[in-house]
């Protein structure tokens, strides 16, 4: 048992109780203490596609069974990282099926002798099926990318007085069908005429490279063999204490006895209890608060993070730019994020609309049973893994669905209701972008997110009817529904360095044009039912090829490498200007003062 284990949130998040998970156990992020020991395995791993027509050779040969080198050629594959982004092998990079990656550990003694000790291996994510060997043995099997999984290997590790080396093999297949989620096709192409024989592609139905692969990292970790397995913490506020209340879930054993202490972030006892749940005091507590939080729940912000390897220099400088521009929001469109940006939205007060891989579903046969079923795994597992964070205000299960469609209907009702069984404390939403009389999601979402692009998908290089057609949008949506709304995607392609005045599309006067006209609409509603403007995109980023995309979509305020286009001087000024309105309501004039207190 971790002695004392303590209940570390200094941040008082939203209310989340009685989380009734069907998912057996929990997903706390494995960190370090008198009792748990981490060892990352970050860094080069061995890897191999299997391009045999089947893409089955690696079962067939069984490649787990000895070292990869063995079977054949290897190659060195960064963890975490996307395999489609480093290797000059051009079929790497467009490769579907199944991939190997293996890494050979020395544990330390004690991790193999002490049978105190519970060892477990852990990942963060592996896109898109997974099956883990652990010295050749079958270990570990999950579906779908973007969130970890892990398997108590005890038993496998502690064998007696052996070397204490062990071989992971992971097995991942990228292939994305109707049941998956996202969901794809693949497609053969059987006109030998044009394609060699047995030649398929994938298909998906959204707007990002499928990049695949061990995309965030792997870690082994121990905790004694009677630990604590999961955390559920709720708060609420009561003249000027805070209340925590806790439940803890203890694996393992039933004879430990459970302290609990609260710190603070100077890592201060604040408050104590015992058992297994609870309620904790905090007189004089100070809030956890969006940082320039508005007057309206969230002015939001939208992030992508480069091909999804995560990468702390890229996550730290999305969240200095964040910064820059007064950006207090985004949502984790079209997949939940790492978990370790999630722990910096807690430190940097950024709320977040959480939302799970539900994109693409765009074809009628996307919504049958079997993706339903794993639709509401896919979200307990996400409320599993962020049900504890503060940044989460709202839950979102999908992006874009063909919502006009009567099974959609069922399909949204079904994976909202079980969210929110999940989680009673935070709203439910989809994003949507039909038409306000044929959704047959909406009725049962807290909150209405909707995606346009005005003067961009359609009256191509007409500002002048953003206006109009944004307060009609919004006055259907809100007569209809009386919910509140949120504009969650809205922008322009735009090429950095391309400019012509008067503004033409892909110019980054267009682009700042087209935000302005839309702001202007945006004011008209803000201060009555619309709760939130989110601009797509935070930055650039690669998609498939097609036409109508230039090296991936670039509908960013920031390029690529993270370097401002004109439009997000525009955002900057507006952002900041919001912020001191709704701080400051009465004097308007201390436009400078929130920056200038928060930079220095
Ligand atoms: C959308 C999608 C987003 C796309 C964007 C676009 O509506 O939600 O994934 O990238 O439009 O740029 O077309």
Redesign the pocket.
Known sequence: MARGSAVAWAALGPLLWGCALGLQGGMLYPQESPSRECKELDGLWSFRADFSDNRRRGFEEQWYRRPLWESGPTVDMPVPSSFNDISQDWRLRHFVGWVWYEREVILPERWTQDLRTRVVLRIGSAHSYAIVWVNGVDTLEHEGGYLPFEADISNLVQVGPLPSRLRITIAINNTLTPTTLPPGTIQYLTDTSKYPKGYFVQNTY???FNYAGLQRSVLLYTTPTTYIDDITVTTSVEQDSGLVNYQISVKGSNLFKLEVRLLDAENKVVANGTGTQGQLKVPGVSLWWPYLMHERPAYLYSLEIRGKGFDWPLLVKDFNLLRWLGANAFRT??YPYAEEVMQMCDRYGIVVIDECPG?GLALPQFFNNVSLHHHMQVMEEVVRRDKNHPAVVMWSVA??PASHLESAGYYLKMVIAHTKSLDPSRPVTF?S?SNYAADKGAPYVDVICL?S?YSW?HDYGHLELIQLQLATQFENWYKKYQKPIIQS?Y?A?TIAGFHQDPPLMFTEEYQKSLLEQYHLGLDQKRRKYVVGELI??FADFM?EQSPTRVLG?K?GIFTRQRQPKSAAFLLRERYWKIANETRYPHSVAKSQCLENSLFT
């Open positions: 959204f707007d990002f469109s079209h994109v992006n874009e994003v972008n995606n692009y998908y995607e922008g392609e797509w995109n998609t979509n509908k």
